[in-house]
């Protein structure tokens, strides 16, 4: 049985204070038992708990401590928002499948608006998913959520990166995914995951993105990253 993930600012510090400790509480961790401790950036400590006392601190022992490197390439996934509960299906979807960055992108044809008055708010809603889902994903890395951007935006970050790192999930492109040259990649791989109502020509010459198909079938928005991620593992050396 795999141990439950708590994220700590220093895993080997010995205590687990805050929101994370009153999880701990939540779950009934008693003296005894193993936990893993995460700091979200790749360190990782497998520990013993020797206390729980009544103010919610958590104290342990350090049983081992490690670092664990970043898959390369990296991968940021820019997800059009979807509407109501599938953005936290997304977002799940996405941490589980290995993102290292997600940025909410409103385009064209999002019907989930975001209100300035409200971005803050669905930000943290999903940078609170990605971080629950990264611990029951047994994750060392939590996934960075980014702040929301538009179309032009987005064409603005991605002409800062190499000609071809970012591609684009459309189902009339002719390309595969399967045929690309990860190695050609780098390090760095953009997946760029459109709306339910797919990408207009002329939002798709804006980016300049590279358009590649999964497969035959048309993916909801909420499960293409998932699908993508898994490919993109498969074929590179992120797996």
Not at 30 to 52: F, K, S, W
Not at 71 to 100: C, F, I, N, S, Y
Not at 170 to 195: M, Q, Y
Request: aromatic share 6%; charged share 25%.
């Amino acid at each position: 049985m795999s141990l439950p993930y708590f994220l700590a600012p220093d895993p080997a510090a010995g205590v687990l204070e805050g929101t994370e400790a009153k999880h701990a509480g939540v779950k009934r961790i008693q003296p005894g038992e193993r936990i893993m401790l995460i700091d979200g950036h790749g360190t990782r400590a497998e520990a013993t708990v020797t206390g729980v006392d009544g103010s919610g601190c958590v104290r342990y022992d350090v049983e081992t401590l490690e670092h664990l490197p970043q898959p390369t390439p990296r991968v940021t996934v820019v997800q059009a928002v979807p509407k109501g509960e599938r953005a936290e299906l997304a977002v799940d979807l996405a941490v589980q499948g290995g993102a290292d960055a997600i940025v909410p992108w409103i385009s064209h044809r999002t019907i989930a608006r975001w209100p300035a008055n409200k971005q803050a708010k669905q930000v943290e809603k999903w940078r609170a998913q990605a971080l629950a889902s990264a611990k029951q994903a047994r994750r060392a890395w939590v996934p960075e959520v980014r702040e929301p951007v538009t179309t032009n935006q987005l064409a603005a970050l991605l002409g800062e990166l190499p000609g071809g790192n970012a591609v684009v999930l459309h189902e009339d492109a002719t390309e595969s995914i399967r045929d690309l040259d990860f190695a050609a990649f780098g390090d760095e791989v953009w997946l760029i995951v459109g709306p339910e109502g797919g990408i207009g020509d002329d939002e798709l010459e804006l980016l300049g993105a590279r358009p590649v198909k999964l497969g035959p079938e048309v993916l909801r928005t909420a499960s293409a990253a998932f699908a993508g991620l898994c490919a993109i593992g498969a074929l590179s050396t992120r797996w």
